[in-house]
């Protein structure tokens, strides 16, 4: 049915308006708009804190070639994570004796590895007298 015909229910089609051409156009190029701004703050979004911790032991474990034990503390910083990765240093036997490190990890918002340091080191039975 052409613009202007009537058909077979009796009605006559109309030429829609500009406005909503209008308007339809601006809500095409803004969700475009809207979608090229999320995806650019997606990409720079910061990871989340379980994503930080496992990223923070995979990649210590990669530099020491030592499987962490676990992450101790995480924090956030303002360009990304801070971690505390314990690393077993060397293993003795009674595992009480085996010799533990902390590490400090600093990741970037995606979590790459900017930077590391060995902060201490222990007997794994040792406590702790900092609390």
Same mark, same amino acid.
């Not at 085996?98 to 590391?116: F, H, I, K, N, P």
């Given at each position: 049915?052409?613009? !202007?015909?009537?058909?077979?229910?009796?009605?006559?089609?109309? @030429?829609?308006?500009?406005?909503?051409?209008?308007?339809?156009?601006?809500? +095409?190029?803004?969700?475009?708009?809207?979608?090229?701004?999320?995806?650019?703050?997606?990409?720079?979004?910061?990871?989340?804190?379980?994503?930080?911790?496992?990223?923070?032991?995979?990649?210590? #474990?990669?530099?020491?070639?030592?499987?962490?034990?676990?992450?101790?503390?995480?924090? @956030?910083?303002? !360009?990304?994570? #801070?971690?505390?990765?314990?690393?077993?240093?060397?293993?003795?036997? @009674?595992? +009480?004796?085996?010799?533990?490190?902390?590490?400090?990890?600093?990741?970037?918002?995606?979590?790459?590895? #900017?930077?590391?340091?060995?902060?201490?080191?222990?007997?794994?039975? #040792?406590?702790? @007298?900092? !609390?």
């Amino acid at each position: 049915m052409a613009v !202007g015909e009537e058909g077979e229910t009796g009605r006559v089609r109309r @030429p829609s308006s500009k406005k909503t051409v209008k308007k339809t156009a601006r809500k +095409t190029s803004t969700g475009r708009a809207g979608s090229r701004t999320s995806e650019t703050k997606r990409a720079v979004r910061r990871v989340s804190a379980p994503r930080a911790m496992r990223y923070a032991a995979e990649q210590l #474990q990669e530099l020491l070639g030592r499987a962490p034990e676990s992450v101790s503390a995480l924090k @956030p910083t303002e !360009g990304g994570w #801070q971690a505390d990765v314990e690393v077993l240093e060397l293993e003795r036997i @009674p595992g +009480t004796t085996s010799v533990m490190a902390s590490y400090r990890v600093t990741l970037d918002e995606e979590g790459e590895l #900017q930077a590391y340091e060995r902060t201490r080191r222990y007997t794994r039975g #040792q406590i702790d @007298p900092r !609390g």
